[in-house]
């Protein structure tokens, strides 16, 4: 055999540089399930179902087109595999294949580099990465924007790839005149709430999802979450029906409410395009595509399209640049030393706080809740509890369908937790209840008291909030973003209030850690 090309779970797509050149006489594709990368963090069953059938059904597709492939599938008995990690099962399948050389994509994950990488090291074997033309950009694009800036800002980044790209240009000035339409997009829903959301596009398990449903049932039974909702887009064709449903249903309005959060709606104006996208089943330029179209259609407002945008050319781009720039030594960033375990309900979401619960309720049905649940709820209260960050990963990793190592380390390590000292957000995201009760409906069905932050009803985001300032103060105090909420610590020190306040939250902190600190 000339050439083994090695496919991952999160690189199913058919434009992929793994196929350049393939000859397929000479060549084969290599996919496998492992027990390794199902287990690595304690996956989601959503998460898992999703991966095992989106692969199995690009394994079929490739085979449709002439591909030689050969595939491990797990089955329902463990004892049966033929090794536990991708190392294992593609030793034995070597010996058998004998190529000359592996050729793949960039992982997703830098572990993942790194195990192939020592594989074929040790097997005096050439291994050849190839550019993940995926993505709008490229780590080394990354690089050379980074180089000899004192600062990485999204914005700067983000007008950067407008422009090379040309999306929503109007010669050098962005269309509408402005970069930054996020003023538009900060709106709640009142007191009347949303109305009816019909939500994102669905898809009923077909055969093969079907099949994969029962293994996972059944092999990873004591896995967290539940297969009953399960209606991801598995196949190149459903990611794209959905995305256009999303273009004319949910866009126009994804803007104005795109902060926004209610009871019983996971999903709003959301696109839940993002795991679709990170498997390689949707290409980012088809979603900016025909966001943009919808915009020039008169169809959707600037400020949804803009902010639309924002998050696939901008965000997403950022998140990987930042990845590959500053790994592997960001993973072991933890700028305010904190080092507890998540609290027991990011488990099982039994708890008294109606935000997490209500979130909690999503992620477990869904393994989905969109970024405010994640920043401002789950990231807010662990940051706030002193949650070791790359615990809070592992957390995010095991919970979301959409959680790959290259964009949930930045978010949750780097902008959730501030672990890394600011690389991708100039402040750590901290509130108390105000901000959660401003945003949705929760706060008005809850046992707690958003206002206060002492006594038996205190909101714990209320009392965490002032004892997480009063703790970090003097590494807050040069940060000049902080500087408004330093000054309301202060009067609530001069006001006498502050003791009672931190009393209270440790007595809330053991209670959700279950230990003392
Ligand atoms: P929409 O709100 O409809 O946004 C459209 C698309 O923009 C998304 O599908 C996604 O592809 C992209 N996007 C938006 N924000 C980001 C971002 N910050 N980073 C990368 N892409 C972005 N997104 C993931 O895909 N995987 C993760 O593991 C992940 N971890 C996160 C952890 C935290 C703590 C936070 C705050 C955000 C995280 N995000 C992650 C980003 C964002 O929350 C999700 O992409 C989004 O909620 C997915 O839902 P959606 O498809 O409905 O997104
Ligand atoms: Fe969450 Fe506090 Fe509001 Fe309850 S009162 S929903 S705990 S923010």
């Known amino acids: 055999m000339r050439h083994l090309i090695l496919v991952l779970g999160d690189q199913l797509n058919h434009d992929s540089a793994a196929f350049d050149?393939?000859?397929?006489?000479?060549?084969?594709?290599?996919?496998?399930?492992?027990?390794?990368?199902?287990?690595?963090?304690?996956?989601?069953?959503?998460?898992?179902?999703?991966?095992?059938?989106?692969?199995?059904?690009?394994?079929?597709?490739?085979?449709?087109?002439?591909?030689?492939?050969?595939?491990?599938?797990?089955?329902?008995?463990?004892?049966?595999?033929?090794?536990?990690?991708?190392?294992?099962?593609?030793?034995?399948?070597?010996?058998?294949?004998?190529?000359?050389?592996?050729?793949?994509?960039?992982?997703g994950d830098f572990r993942v580099k790194?195990?192939?990488?020592?594989?074929?090291?040790?097997?005096?074997?050439?291994?050849?990465?190839?550019?993940?033309?995926?993505?709008?950009?490229?780590?080394?694009?990354?690089?050379?924007?980074?180089?000899?800036?004192?600062?990485?800002?999204?914005?700067?980044?983000?007008?950067?790839?407008?422009?090379?790209?040309?999306?929503?240009?109007?010669?050098?000035?962005?269309?509408?005149?402005?970069?930054?339409?996020?003023?538009?997009?900060?709106?709640?829903?009142?007191?009347?709430?949303?109305?009816?959301?019909?939500?994102?596009?669905?898809?009923?398990?077909?055969?093969?999802?079907?099949?994969?449903?029962?293994?996972?049932?059944?092999?990873?039974?004591?896995?967290p979450g539940t297969l009953d909702d399960f209606d991801l887009p598995v196949t190149h064709a459903q990611a794209r029906t959905m995305l256009r449903d999303f273009i004319r249903r949910q866009l126009p309005l994804f803007g104005t409410y795109e902060d926004a959060m209610w009871t019983d709606e996971p999903f709003l104006y959301h696109s839940r395009l993002s795991a679709a996208l990170n498997l390689k089943l949707l290409d980012p330029r088809d979603c900016v595509e025909l966001a943009v179209q919808a915009y020039k259609e008169g169809d959707a407002p600037l400020n949804s399209v803009e902010g639309f945008v924002r998050q696939i050319l901008g965000w997403r781009?950022?998140?990987?640049?930042?990845?590959?720039?500053?790994?592997?030594?960001?993973?072991?960033?933890n700028h305010f030393e904190h080092h507890h375990d998540v609290p027991g309900c990011f488990w099982t979401g039994e708890t008294e706080m109606a935000c997490v619960r209500q979130s909690m309720q999503h992620v477990l049905q869904h393994a989905y809740a969109h970024h405010i649940h994640r920043l401002m709820v789950f990231g807010n209260l662990s940051l706030l509890l002193g949650v070791h960050p790359r615990k809070f990963h592992d957390w995010h990793m095991s919970m979301y369908a959409d959680a790959i190592d290259w964009v949930s380390l930045p978010n949750?390590?780097?902008?959730?937790?501030?672990?890394?000292?600011?690389?991708?957000?100039?402040?750590?995201?901290?509130?108390?209840?105000?901000?959660?009760?401003?945003?949705?409906?929760?706060c008005s069905g809850c046992r707690y008291d958003y206002k206060s932050a002492t006594g038996e009803d205190a909101c714990p985001f209320t009392s965490l909030y002032w004892d997480f300032l009063a703790r970090h103060e003097k590494?807050?105090?040069?940060?000049?973003?902080?500087?408004?909420?330093?000054?309301?610590?202060?009067?609530?020190?001069?006001?006498?209030?502050?003791?009672?306040?931190?009393?209270?939250?440790?007595?809330?902190r053991d209670a959700l850690l279950g230990k003392k600190p």
Do not use: C
């Open 475 to 508: 590494s807050l105090d040069s940060n000049h973003r902080m500087g408004m909420q330093l000054r309301n610590l202060k009067r609530k020190r001069d006001k006498g209030e502050l003791n009672a306040i931190r009393e209270r939250a440790g007595e809330i």
């Open 317 to 333: 781009e950022f998140i990987r640049g930042i990845y590959w720039h500053f790994m592997p030594d960001y993973i072991e960033r």
């Open 412 to 442: 949750t390590l780097g902008m959730s937790q501030h672990g890394d000292g600011g690389i991708v957000g100039t402040k750590p995201y901290v509130s108390s209840g105000n901000y959660i009760n401003k945003m949705s409906n929760f």
């Open 21 to 107: 050149g393939i000859d397929d006489d000479q060549d084969s594709v290599w996919m496998a399930e492992v027990h390794e990368e199902a287990t690595h963090v304690w996956s989601h069953k959503t998460r898992l179902v999703l991966f095992f059938s989106a692969m199995r059904h690009f394994r079929d597709e490739l085979r449709e087109r002439g591909r030689t492939v050969h595939y491990h599938a797990l089955g329902s008995n463990p004892n049966a595999d033929r090794g536990k990690s991708f190392s294992e099962v593609l030793a034995s399948d070597l010996e058998r294949m004998q190529p000359q050389r592996l050729v793949a994509v960039l992982p």
């Open 114 to 223: 790194q195990q192939f990488e020592a594989f074929a090291n040790e097997r005096d074997l050439e291994l050849e990465w190839r550019t993940d033309r995926h993505f709008h950009s490229s780590p080394e694009d990354f690089a050379e924007f980074a180089d000899g800036r004192k600062s990485l800002q999204m914005e700067t980044f983000y007008r950067q790839m407008r422009r090379r790209h040309n999306v929503l240009m109007n010669g050098d000035d962005p269309v509408g005149g402005a970069w930054n339409l996020d003023h538009d997009n900060r709106e709640s829903f009142g007191r009347d709430g949303p109305g009816k959301i019909t939500g994102p596009h669905s898809f009923r398990p077909d055969e093969i999802t079907g099949e994969v449903m029962d293994l996972v049932r059944k092999r990873f039974a004591d896995h």
